[in-house]
């Protein structure tokens, strides 16, 4: 049982090139999220997804787009990205909403020059 | 929209002193207050969480306490341990959305 497992651990980007995260689970949960940290600012929700086939905006979804075609797996996608977008990236999965405890995969640090 | 602040943003405590981190949260319509500890280079991960309409919990050696009047909770941690190192964050809930919003984190420093 992996939990949440998250691909690839560490990118470097150049402006302007995309680039897709992959997040899997296998503890069946409907509720995944992506998230951003950065220093000094907590969590960001980005987008989330209540089902397969389903996703919707975050806190801050502007620049990201995400796609949850298999129930297990959530991609987040950048399409251009900027500097503004070096962060560490974590997905996270639940059995259902807020209520229940979110399982966090190992995070990806993404660099954006 | 929810607004959740954390003091303090650093904690440096004595190994086997307390540890007490406190949270405020500016919707009342919030009504699930989870805490996370994430280890250096790790996700978070839940260690306590409370509902609206408890006003404490405890869990060995970690207990939170929650004032809906006030809008705040805090995390207390008792006889700190080395391995109580880490970044704690508070989050709170709204029921409308599907979204927890945190707070900027502490880090807590046990010193031997």
């Known amino acids: 049982n992996a939990g949440v497992t998250q691909t690839p651990k560490f990118r470097v980007l150049k402006t302007g090139q995309s680039m897709t995260l992959l997040c899997a689970q296998d503890?069946?949960?409907?509720?995944m999220y992506w998230y951003r940290q950065d220093p000094g600012m907590g969590l960001r929700l980005i987008h989330y997804s209540v089902g397969e086939g389903t996703t919707a905006k975050g806190e801050v979804p502007d620049g990201y787009n995400v796609s949850r075609l298999k129930k297990q797996n959530f991609l987040l996608g950048l399409e251009s990205a900027a500097p503004s977008q070096t962060s560490v990236y974590f997905c996270?999965?639940?059995?259902?909403?807020?209520?229940?405890?979110?399982?966090f995969g190992p995070g990806t640090r993404l660099t954006v020059t | 929209g929810e607004n959740v602040e954390q003091h303090p943003s650093t904690l440096s405590v004595q190994e086997g002193d307390s540890a007490v981190i406190k949270c405020t949260y500016s919707?009342?319509?919030?009504?699930?207050f989870p805490w996370y500890k994430q280890e250096l280079g790790k996700g978070p991960q839940l260690i306590i969480d409370i509902r609206s309409n408890v006003g404490e919990k405890k869990d060995q050696r970690i207990a939170v306490t929650l004032n809906k009047t006030a809008k705040h909770f805090s995390l207390h941690i008792t006889e700190t341990q080395p391995e109580d190192s880490a970044v704690y964050f508070c989050a709170a809930s709204n029921p409308s959305n599907y979204q927890l919003i945190w707070g900027a984190g502490t880090k807590l420093i046990i010193k031997p």
């Open positions: 919707d009342s319509a919030s009504n699930y």
């Open positions: 996270a999965s639940s059995y259902e909403a807020l209520l229940y405890e979110q399982y």
């Open positions: 503890m069946n949960h409907e509720y």
